[in-house]
Structure formats: C-alpha cells, structure tokens
C-alpha cells in the first residue's frame, strides 16, 4: 500500500463550489503540506503543518483553507472554487529526526474548475 | 526571498551523460534537494546536498558549491525510462521548499 494517499485523484466541478481534497499517511511523520503544481510554475507551497496544532500558511494561501484532523490526515479546502484553481494538487511528509527532512509525495489530485 | 533557475527542457541520447544545471539566490541555506517527476504523476527524491561536493548514487550524482549557489545532477548510461522532468528545491533559512520550474528531459533512441 502507498505509503501517502489522496483522495480524489481527479475531480471536475464547477465555479462556487466548495471542494476538499483529502490526505493520508502511514509514514508516522509529524510534518505534512499541500502543494499545486501549474504547467510552467512549478510546485508553490500553498499550506504546511509541523504537527496537529500547528498550521502555517505557504506562498499562496488565498482561496484556501486546511485541518489537520489527525496526525496521519491532512485536508485541503477550496471554498469557492475558481477556474484559475485548476491544477494538479500534491499533498507531501516529512519527519525532520531522520535525516535531511525530506519531503515524500502523495499521487497527486488533478482538479478541474469549470 | 529565494529565485532558482533551471533551464526548461533538454534533450539526450540514450547510453550517454547528461547535466541538469540549478542555479539559486537564497537568504539562509539549508540543504538542495532534486527531485525526479514523470509526466503527471508525484515527484520522488533523488538526491541531497547540504556541503560542498559530490555526493553519487548508482546512475546518479549531485554536486553543490555554496559559494556559487550552484548544483548540477549528473545522470549517466541515460535510459529511455529517465526521460522526466527533474526538480531542483532549496531550503533556506526556514522550514519551507523553494522549487525551481524543473527542467525536462527528452531521452532519445
């Protein structure tokens, strides 16, 4: 089994729409984010959490919003969801006592505004 | 505030060596990472560099010079499996990942 999932993997829905994309892990790590990747942009962090009582707010937050329900479950929400939402959506974990703290990636969600 | 450079796309024979070149500006730095991507789906580690030189992995390596805020991703003996897109990410003097646009590279017959 994947060590990091997320659910859906694709989604289509409409302007206004509230939308939540799903993240779960098994890797035991303390450390999860939410990334979007855009054709020619790059990966831009959007939200992170060191642990259950800490959210953080990445490059660009607007539109967005968060919780970590769980150590191993970390959701991202779209309110109203807007046509310039369009993107592949990654959620990531890292545990920072092993090593250089580095980041693993779920299969991604490919959200689609219409 | 942080700008990685990479160049867009690249194009290699199969058997041969490529170069993937990273150049960053960052205020603090702690640690490069680069990342290998296929076409839609999750980037997945590849290689990190926190001190000066090289560091090698099978087909792979990764040098850094801090000095030049430079580092390069050497793959060797290509395969038409490698084509992909291969992020470079620094970490500066924070927590977060600066990622660059990555760079994709065509393996050809």
């Known amino acids: 089994d994947a060590d990091v999932t997320q659910t859906p993997r694709n989604r289509i829905t409409k302007t206004g729409k509230r939308i939540m994309l799903e993240c779960s892990q098994t890797k035991g790590h303390d450390r999860m984010y939410w990334y979007r990747q855009d054709p020619g942009l790059g990966l831009r962090l959007i939200y992170y959490?060191?642990?259950?009582?800490?959210?953080n707010k990445g490059e660009i937050s607007d539109g967005y919003s968060v919780s970590r329900q769980a150590q191993a479950k970390f959701s991202l929400s779209l309110e109203s969801a807007i046509p310039n939402q369009t993107a592949l959506y990654f959620c990531?974990?890292?545990?920072?006592?092993?090593?250089?703290?580095?980041?693993?990636f779920g299969p991604g969600t490919r959200l689609t505004v219409l | 505030g942080q700008n990685i450079d990479q160049p867009t796309e690249m194009t290699a024979t199969e058997g041969a060596i490529v170069q993937i070149n990273c150049t960053y500006q960052?205020?603090?730095?702690?640690?490069l990472f680069w990342y290998q991507q296929h076409a839609g789906e999750a980037p997945t580690f590849l290689s990190y560099?926190?001190?000066?030189g090289l560091e090698e992995k099978g087909r792979f390596s990764s040098f850094l010079s801090r000095s030049k805020g430079y580092s390069y991703l050497l793959l060797k003996e290509l395969q038409m499996k490698d084509s992909a897109s291969y992020l470079c990410?620094?970490?500066?003097?924070?927590?977060?990942?600066?990622f660059g646009k990555g760079t994709s590279l065509l393996v050809t017959p």
């Open positions: 960052t205020s603090g730095f702690n640690g």
């Open positions: 959490s060191f642990d259950v009582k800490d959210i």
């Open positions: 990531a974990t890292s545990d920072p006592g092993t090593g250089p703290d580095t980041q693993y």
């Open positions: 990410a620094v970490r500066g003097a924070g927590y977060a990942l600066n």
């Open positions: 560099n926190v001190l000066d």
